[in-house]
């Protein structure tokens, strides 16, 4: 059931704020983050394997920025495919952590399986709670975002990013690397994030205009730093499976090492920017992008378009979060901005080409 939507995709999207605030109370006690099963002691855990396939593969690359910069703890990411035939060593101490919606992807499965005896500890974090993956874990973690029906995966990214999020706050704190104070700080930005989510949707006729213009374009490039990169590569991810136009995206730092040379003006390119800590770095390569003829399409909050300059091909101004929160905000432009590109385009969003929503093959 669609409700009222043109599309599973759009549906999806636009329940994010509601799966959230729901997926979020299901985690905290108070202001405890309070784990549904058996307790994870992270003061125990030495270092974190993430592994996962596509999107789910990009939330472990943004988780990997939070455990580090909240927790200090020492994180390797890789995909399914690779780290299963690669068989890294696992040394004691190693929580190996699998994040998969539908928990039946066959590369996931068999790394996890690879993991089994070796790991201290298997955990997943899954949409279906009846899945082989949430099976076979000694601890399966739900994200609460309900069935995803879409083959594009939105509202299970945000979900598995908010899980993720209470797990490397969680792990904070029980490393010491935070205060009480300043996780009840972080959680009630958190349980404000639904409305500005919503805040965000309401950009969908901006993004909308924008998009009628990418449809035109062969190439797309996506560029963020920090944070910002892991969802890079998901924007791009996204606007290629379902508009069919090629995105790639870069950590923005890499541009002058290669990329920069496929810069012209037929090549729009869109820059993750909040204005954070890394923002004026970014601003040196948004410059270096438009020096060469490249048109931008900033999105960012109000601070950092005032500052961004005159030369931007278009600006998108998203609300103002912390810092930490802004993968799961700027999920929804990247969302957005693929969903009404692939309209414009007048391709099946909901099951886009040579594509099916589980893959239970290698
Ligand atoms: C992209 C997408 C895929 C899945 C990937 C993993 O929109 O949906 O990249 O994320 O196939 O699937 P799960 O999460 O079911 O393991």
Same mark, same amino acid.
């Given at each position: 059931d669609k409700a009222g939507y043109k599309h599973f995709m759009a549906k999806e999207i636009a329940e994010q704020p509601t799966v959230l605030a729901d997926a979020l109370r299901g985690y905290l006690e108070d202001d405890r983050i309070s784990l549904p099963g058996e307790e994870l002691d992270f003061t125990k855990v030495e270092r974190l394997t993430l592994v996962a396939c596509g999107t789910a593969f990009y939330a472990c690359l943004t988780a990997k920025y939070w455990f580090e910069q909240l927790a200090r703890m020492p994180v390797e990411v890789d995909v399914a495919s690779e780290f299963r035939y690669r068989e890294p060593p696992i040394t004691p101490g190693t929580v190996a952590l699998f994040v998969s919606q539908s928990g039946e992807t066959a590369d996931t499965l068999a790394a996890l399986r690879y993991c089994r005896d070796k790991a201290d500890k298997i955990v997943s974090v899954v949409n279906v709670a009846e899945s082989s993956i949430a099976r076979?874990?000694?601890?399966?973690?739900?994200?609460?975002?309900? @069935?995803? #029906?879409? #083959?594009?995966?939105?509202?299970?990214?945000?979900?598995?990013?908010?899980?993720?999020?209470?797990?490397?706050?969680?792990?904070?704190?029980?490393?010491?690397?935070?205060?009480?104070?300043?996780?009840?700080?972080?959680?009630?930005?958190?349980?404000?994030?639904?409305?500005?989510?919503?805040?965000?949707?309401?950009?969908?006729?901006?993004?909308?205009? #924008?998009?009628?213009?990418?449809a035109e374009a062969r190439d797309v490039l996506f560029l963020g730093r920090g944070l910002m990169y892991p969802l890079a590569l998901e924007g791009a991810l996204k606007l290629k499976e379902i508009s069919y136009i090629h995105a790639e995206?870069?950590?923005?730092?890499?541009?002058?090492?290669?990329?920069?040379?496929?810069?012209?003006?037929?090549?729009?390119?869109? @820059?993750?920017?909040?204005?954070?800590?890394?923002?004026?770095?970014?601003?040196?390569?948004m410059q270096e992008v438009m020096a060469r003829g490249g048109k931008v399409l900033l999105i960012t909050d109000a601070a950092g378009a005032a500052e961004a300059g005159q030369d931007v091909w278009q600006t998108i101004v998203l609300p103002a979060v912390p810092s930490v929160l802004s993968p799961l905000l700027y999920a929804i432009p990247a969302q957005l901005l693929a969903y009404h590109t692939a309209i414009a385009k007048g391709t099946d969003v909901d099951q886009p080409r040579n594509l099916a929503k589980s893959v239970t093959v290698e």
């Open positions: 076979e874990s000694d601890l399966a973690l739900p994200i609460h975002a309900g @069935v995803e #029906v879409g #083959v594009a995966s939105t509202k299970a990214f945000t979900c598995q990013l908010n899980v993720l999020l209470l797990l490397a706050l969680k792990a904070a704190v029980d490393r010491g690397h935070m205060t009480q104070e300043a996780l009840s700080e972080t959680l009630s930005a958190l349980r404000a994030l639904p409305g500005i989510l919503n805040a965000a949707m309401a950009r969908s006729d901006d993004i909308e205009r #924008v998009a009628r213009q990418i995206a870069y950590a923005s730092g890499e541009l002058k090492h290669g990329p920069i040379a496929l810069i012209d003006k037929t090549v729009p390119v869109v @820059v993750l920017a909040p204005r954070d800590a890394l923002f004026d770095k970014s601003v040196s390569n």
